[in-house]
């Protein structure tokens, strides 16, 4: 039998990086593996302070993913963990389609911005 749960929330970088510090400072005995606290510092350098994240949590059977996915585009970040361990993974967004439809502003991904630069 498999297992699978899921959640979307939205939140700012920093807000985000303030609760895994919360986190890593409880009594949970995860959160004092020095490989669990070196996934999360080097998620924490990758998230930018300012932005809007959508956060997706997937779990299915014995491999969690989190992907903290920026609104306005740029470097995504995905934290994976199964029994091999813990490990962090980045991925490009762009949301030049969602500017299109008034969604967001501005797309911070690497080709919208080196198009930008261009001009």
Request: proline share 3%; net charge negative; glycine share 8%.
């Amino acid at each position: 039998m498999t297992t699978q749960s899921s959640y979307v929330i939205e939140a700012t970088g920093w807000h985000i990086t303030e609760g895994h510090a919360e986190w890593m400072e409880s009594d949970e005995p995860l959160a004092s593996r020095d490989d669990v606290r070196a996934a999360y510092h080097e998620v924490e350098t990758l998230i930018r302070p300012f932005a809007q994240y959508r956060i997706v949590g997937l779990l299915h059977d014995d491999v969690g993913k989190t992907e903290y996915t920026p609104v306005e585009g740029g470097t995504g970040v995905r934290l994976v963990i199964s029994p091999s361990g813990m490990s962090v993974e980045t991925f490009e967004v762009c949301v030049a389609d969602e500017i299109s439809y008034g969604l967001v502003d501005v797309c911070d991904c690497g080709s919208c911005t080196a198009q930008s630069d261009e001009s």
